[in-house]
Nanobody
Framework: QVRLVESGGGLVQPGESLALSCKAT????????LGWFRQAPGSEREIVASISRTGGRPFYADSVKGRYTISRDNSKDTVYLQMTSLKLEDAGVYFC????????????????WGQGTQVTVSS
């Protein structure tokens, strides 16, 4: 098992940047594919980005391509999400997730979840 704790959320204005981190404890971090999801009020949880256990095969939702970057540091048991040019519609609770077998583009592929961190985009 792996426990995930997100950090870095906050309030930003449109066009600004924000960086999220997710620290894992427990099982070997390098065994897991990792993903970032977000959920806006009244909406379903949606994939934002994912990355394989080796750091390759990054996936991005169309809505964030070119603006978000997912990365991981297996030596620090941490996955990151760098968000730039933030838009009002990027707001929501951002969740980190881990998949022991194959995590790519949907929530059902991920086994472990963090509690989430709030990102608010407001002018």
């Amino acid at each position: 098992q792996v426990r995930l704790v997100e950090s870095g959320g906050g309030l930003v204005q449109p066009g600004e940047s924000l960086a999220l981190s997710c620290k894992a404890t427990g099982d070997a971090f390098g065994l897991y594919d990792l993903g970032w999801f977000r959920q806006a009020p009244g909406s379903e949880r949606e994939i934002v980005a994912s990355i394989s256990r080796t750091g390759g095969r990054p996936f991005y939702a169309d809505s964030v391509k070119g603006r978000y970057t997912i990365s991981r540091d297996n030596s620090k048991d941490t996955v990151y999400l760098q968000m730039t040019s933030l838009k009002l519609e990027d707001a929501g609770v951002y969740f980190c997730a881990a998949s022991r077998f194959f995590g790519w583009d949907r929530a059902s592929q991920f086994d472990y979840w963090g509690q989430g961190t709030q990102v608010t985009v407001s002018s």
